[in-house]
């Protein structure tokens, strides 16, 4: 009994608050989260020392105040009473990326993003310019005021998905349901409170090396590996539940695994492939108005 005590106290100890800053749920699995991170840790130094040695030199890695209070209201670094509260930072990068870019100015879920920048670099001008990459050159027209490059490719993952799900897909259709209720906040956030923290810290590395292909990858391998959960589905609010349920567990926390199996469960996906079916969706959508 004592012991059983010692144990339940030492528990009751452990910090409730993740390393970025976010707080971890009740029923957190401490036990599963340690064994799984006493293993990556060495990866995790691995990866550290090759992007040092990437980043080193100029020749650049080649390719192998409104809404604030809503952000993150589970990390206590963006809480008024944090000293320093990245609330103000965040609002400064949003401003200034505002002015910058006014034919986006602010889009919803660019808060999400910019938000993680911050937590990653610590630097308002390291944020504002990673941000940049993100909505100017890896993702037009994500974020513009019509989203069309957004809508295009939940499009797209709907035809990547008839072709390599089938079963997935006519599921989808026999119910009329349209990708973007189930898959939105994948695209809009880029995975950010959909997938745990170092897991869509290591998309986004892909997703800035190798560009937003990635976020098909992420998408079909969750799709993938749950697909007989997804089929027991049998209303459009069950599915819309069952994509809730893919994105948690132990095969998105242990996410070194996770990254290896996105790049092989989807199959091929070209680049060739996914801009024919980019056009495609696209001039569907413009012929919708």
């Keep these: 009994m004592e012991s059983a005590g010692r144990a339940q106290a030492a528990r009751d100890r452990v910090p409730r608050i993740d390393e970025y800053g976010f707080e971890r749920p009740e029923d957190f ?14 990866i995790l130094t691995r990866r550290a020392i090759k992007w040092s040695r990437l980043l080193k030199g100029g020749g650049g890695i080649q390719k192998s105040m409104t809404h604030m209070n809503r952000t993150f209201p589970d990390n206590v670094r963006f809480r008024k009473g944090s000293d320093p509260c990245l ?25 999400f993003i910019a938000g ?25 027209d994500y974020y513009s005021p019509s989203m069309l490059g ?8 709907g035809e990547l998905v008839r072709t390599k799900l089938p079963a997935v897909a006519a599921l989808m259709d026999s119910h009329g349901l349209l990708w973007t209720l189930v898959v939105s906040r994948w695209f809009i956030c880029l995975f950010v409170d959909v997938l745990p923290v170092e897991t869509v810290l290591r998309v986004w590395d892909c997703l800035f090396n190798e ?20 089929l027991e589905a049998t209303s459009v609010p069950d599915i819309c539940e069952k994509f809730k349920e893919i994105t948690g567990g132990s ?18 996906l070209s680049r060739a ?13 413009l012929a919708q108005g």
């Design 251 to 268: 095969f998105v926390t242990e996410c070194h695994t996770f990254m290896q199996k996105i790049f092989s469960a989807p199959g091929s």
């Design 116 to 140: 993680y920048l911050i937590l990653v670099t610590r630097s308002e001008e390291e944020s504002f310019w990673l941000l940049d990459a993100l909505v100017g050159r890896i993702l037009p």
């Design 29 to 42: 699995d401490y036990a599963a989260y340690e064994e799984f991170f006493s293993a990556y840790l060495a």
């Design 273 to 285: 492939s996914i801009a024919r079916l980019r056009e495609r969706c696209r001039a569907r959508l």
């Design 150 to 157: 957004l809508k295009t490719d939940q499009e797209v993952l």
């Design 87 to 111: 609330q103000r930072t965040l609002y400064n990068v949003l401003l200034a990326y505002g002015h910058h870019n006014r034919g986006v100015g602010y889009c919803q879920g660019m808060n």
């Design 211 to 230: 560009g937003s292909k990635i976020i098909f990858r992420v998408a079909l391998t969750l799709i993938k590996q749950h697909q007989a959960l997804i």
